[in-house]
């Protein structure tokens, strides 16, 4: 009779640790999918120029928080107010996640990336697709009084 007892009581003790351990590792990964849904997604500055004082233009990749190949990218313009950079307007370069993380974030990522200091300023942009499809076809924008227009 003790021997089933002590069969029974072992049985409980493995069934309990086994829980316990379902939910620790459950509870883990639960919060980090929490923490990874509301993080800020990965970005890294690939272009920048300064137009005198009137404007400085950045693109930035934006990682995919839905697919980890993929990016979109963002064109910012700032101006001058108060001595400080501000930002003005944005636009997304291409479509949404429309373009390759990697190729975008490694060397050679801006096939092209030219603007004057004119008003308005003209300003052509192209990025890499991916090394063996080469470069995008320039989209040409015009930033008039801190504003992006298609061009």
């Known amino acids: 009779m003790n021997l089933v007892r002590n069969h029974n009581r072992t049985r ?3 069934t309990a640790a086994v829980t316990l351990l379902m939910v620790t590792v459950l509870g883990v990964a639960g919060a980090g999918a ?4 509301t993080a ?5 500055q690939i272009a920048s120029s300064v137009l005198g004082s009137d404007y400085k233009l950045t693109l930035t990749a934006l990682r995919s928080t839905e697919d980890q190949y993929a990016a979109s990218v963002r064109l910012q ?3 001058q107010s108060g001595g400080a950079w501000k ?29 004057a200091s004119t ?3 003209p300003l052509t942009v192209s990025l ?6 080469g470069c995008s076809e320039p989209t040409h924008y015009v930033v008039k009084q801190g504003k992006v227009y298609a061009g």
């Open 40 to 44: 800020a997604p990965q970005t890294r």
């Open 128 to 133: 890499l697709i991916t090394p063996s499809i």
């Open 12 to 14: 409980r003790a493995v």
């Open 77 to 79: 313009v700032y101006t």
């Open 87 to 115: 930002e003005s307007d944005r636009v997304t370069v291409g479509d949404v996640d429309g373009w390759f993380w990697y190729p975008l974030t490694g060397s050679g990522a801006v096939c092209e990336f030219s603007t």
């Open 119 to 121: 008003e308005p300023a």
């Open 34 to 37: 929490s923490n990874a849904e």
